[in-house]
Structure formats: structure tokens, C-alpha cells
């Protein structure tokens, strides 16, 4: 089955390696517009998508910044009309964000 995304706006978290980076190469490939976001690694991720020519818009943001997210989906937004898919690879101190948010204590199991 192929799948068609073209463009569609796609923001890939966790872009800058692994899984998340291999989904944000496929979403590229289907024809998304891709959005690479990560720490370290999302710059290189976009700049691998667009030696494929395809098109693609890379930024180091930490996704628990509630400010970068709302300048990000704006300036998205105003350049695309859209955003259409938002893929959450980002791991790695996911469930400790998600107690801090809902108030727990971390070092809780």
C-alpha cells in the first residue's frame, strides 16, 4: 500500500535519530511537507530529506516548551495554512514530563 501525504504539513518529534527520524523520512517520501523537530539531530534529519529533494523545515525545540510549540504551529500556519499530522517520536523523559504536569511526585512508580 503506498500512502500519499502530499502536501500535507507533518511535525515529527524525536526527528533526529531512530524511529523518528526513519518516520520522518517516509512521511518526506509520501510527499509531506516535514517538519523535523529534536534537540540535537533535527537540522541534519531535514538536510538528509532535502539532498533527496523533497521538501522539509528542520528546528532544534524542545517539545516540553509551550511557547516554541505555539511560534512553531503559527509560523506553520501562516506559511501552510496548516498543520495536518502531528507524530510523537520523542521518548526520552516523556513519563517524568507527564507526572511533573499532572502534578505527581517523579519519584513515584
Known amino acids: 500500500m503506498k500512502l500519499d501525504f502530499t502536501d500535507q504539513v507533518v511535525i515529527v518529534t524525536g526527528a533526529g535519530s531512530g524511529i523518528g527520524k526513519a518516520a520522518a523520512m517516509d512521511f518526506a517520501k509520501a510527499g509531506a511537507i516535514v517538519v523535523s523537530l529534536d534537540v540535537v539531530g533535527a537540522k541534519e534529519c531535514a538536510d538528509e530529506i532535502a539532498s533527496m529533494g523533497l521538501r522539509r523545515r ?51 512508580k
Do not use: P, T
Not at 516540553?64 to 496548516?82: D, E, F, I, P, T
Open 58 to 108: 528542520g528546528h532544534v525545540m524542545d517539545v516540553r516548551n509551550a511557547a516554541a510549540w505555539s511560534a512553531l504551529v503559527g509560523a506553520l500556519v501562516s506559511a501552510h495554512g496548516k498543520v495536518d499530522v502531528l507524530v510523537n517520536m520523542r521518548r526520552r523523559g516523556a513519563r517524568r514530563h507527564r507526572d511533573r504536569c499532572l502534578g505527581r511526585d517523579v519519584g513515584q
